[in-house]
């Protein structure tokens, strides 16, 4: 196997952690790409450098430009503004749930960063994350149940919680209006 740049090995190394964020299948990946599920296996382990179009492929899979998934191999430190009424911070809206991402999603990092709203009866389901991965989360308004594994607790305005996300884990709006909260992942260095 040749040794990529760094450069290169930045890309696919975003590229991976972009489709673990997402919580997708490299075939899943593949189906909404139009790249390979091996060309992206190949990619993603960084024995295959993307070509430009591949790489534009799979930018657009994740609703990101081309410089967004090769920004951070090249920029130095500067400020990020995520604007409320960006559509691409918006990385989930259905009738269950609506996932606002508040931290930038094209830097290597550890934390994630979000804004969640449940309607009433609305739930977030989640399979376990990476061993060590804990969630902080405080809810702004509503009343809300939280469980990870066996362990369930409920919670209101202003109060903040923190658990294991290695293990399946949900969040459920037990109210009778939307539940705001916001919701911290702290990946462990190890994953």
Do not use: W
């Amino acid at each position: 196997m040749t040794e990529i740049e760094p450069f290169s090995q930045y890309v696919c190394e975003h590229i991976r952690q972009l489709r673990k964020r997402h919580n997708l299948t490299l075939q899943q990946l593949a189906s909404s790409s139009g790249v390979s599920r091996s060309m992206l296996s190949q990619v993603e382990r960084g024995s295959a450098n993307p070509t430009l179009s591949v790489a534009f492929r799979i930018a657009q899979a994740f609703g990101i430009s081309l410089a967004d998934l090769v920004e951070g191999a090249t920029s130095e430190q500067r400020v990020e503004v995520i604007r409320k009424t960006d559509e691409q911070s918006v990385f989930r809206d259905d009738e269950n749930c609506r996932i606002r991402t508040l931290s930038p999603l094209n830097l290597e990092k550890d934390v994630e960063f979000y804004e969640v709203t449940l309607p009433p009866q609305g739930r977030l389901d989640s399979a376990a994350h990476f061993q060590g991965t804990r969630e902080f989360l405080t809810v702004q308004t509503g009343l809300i149940e939280i469980q990870s594994g066996d362990i369930r607790v409920e919670l209101g305005k202003g109060d903040s919680v923190q658990y294991p996300a290695d293990v399946d884990h949900s969040i459920k709006n037990i109210g009778k209006r939307d539940a705001i909260l916001f919701l911290v992942d702290i990946y462990s260095s190890n994953h």
